[in-house]
């Protein structure tokens, strides 16, 4: 079975453009949360969408956006890029919104996005 | 305060060793908790859910300690392919990620 897929591998935009990442979930999986890392430290949570609504959104600028499809795929939009959003995206996907104890994500390879 | 806090490491171990190490949480209502390895430039791998009051999968344990908030790894007979990043990680609606713990282990 296809695992937590995500497009594209890597990207190199400039300051002030617009990104959009993609992000396709495990089969039957219908919760997609996305993740901000940068070097040295933990993934941070940026949204979470459980059947197509927002779940949960982390403590990012309004330039963040995202939204889930009837298939449960997912975008992360992110406009007037900074070079502070230089990271790594991470896609997770699980079965459930995450209120079940043991709803466990699993995540896709990641977006490594440089902005310059 | 960071919601999930780490020891960051590096922990050096020969081949063989057992290697222990904590994490530390800031909110008591935390629902659920989970170790995660990260190779290097990789994605978090989910390595063990933390049951009650802790769990065995193989050489891995994983303790909680809900009164003193605070989730132990514990590794033994360290393998070379074991050296990675591992994640604490909380969740308390949404899911909280240390910043991780480096362990190398050298032959």
């Known amino acids: 079975d296809a695992g937590v897929t995500q497009s594209p591998t890597h990207l190199i935009k400039t300051r002030g453009q617009h990104v959009t990442l993609r992000c396709s979930p495990i089969?039957?999986?219908?919760?997609v949360s996305w993740y901000q890392q940068v070097l040295g430290q933990g993934p941070q949570f940026i949204f979470q969408?459980?059947?197509?609504?927002?779940?949960g959104r982390g403590n990012f600028p309004d330039r963040f956006s995202a939204r889930q499809f009837p298939n449960y795929s997912s975008e992360l939009n992110v406009n007037a890029l900074l070079l502070g959003d230089s990271a790594l995206y991470l896609c997770?996907?699980?079965?459930?919104?995450?209120?079940?104890?043991?709803?466990?994500?699993?995540f896709g390879p990641g977006t490594r996005l440089t902005v310059t | 305060r960071k919601e999930v806090e780490q020891d960051p490491g590096p922990f050096n171990v020969p081949e063989g060793a057992t290697v222990a190490f904590n994490c530390t949480y800031s909110?008591?209502?935390?629902?659920?908790f989970f170790w995660y390895r990260q190779d290097c430039r990789k994605e978090p791998k989910l390595l063990m859910s933390?049951?009650?009051s802790g769990n065995e999968d193989g050489r891995f344990t994983a303790q909680l300690n809900r009164a003193s908030q605070y989730i132990s790894l514990l590794i033994r007979d360290s393998k070379l392919s074991d050296s990675a990043t591992y994640l604490c990680?909380?969740?308390?609606?949404?899911?909280?990620f240390g910043a991780g713990t480096t362990v190398t282990v050298r032959a």
């Open positions: 997770a996907s699980s079965l459930g919104p995450g209120e079940q104890v043991l709803d466990e994500q699993y």
């Open positions: 089969s039957g999986h219908k919760s």
């Open positions: 969408y459980y059947e197509k609504e927002e779940r």
């Open positions: 909110n008591s209502a935390s629902q659920s």
């Open positions: 933390v049951y009650s």
């Open positions: 990680v909380v969740n308390a609606h949404k899911l909280s």
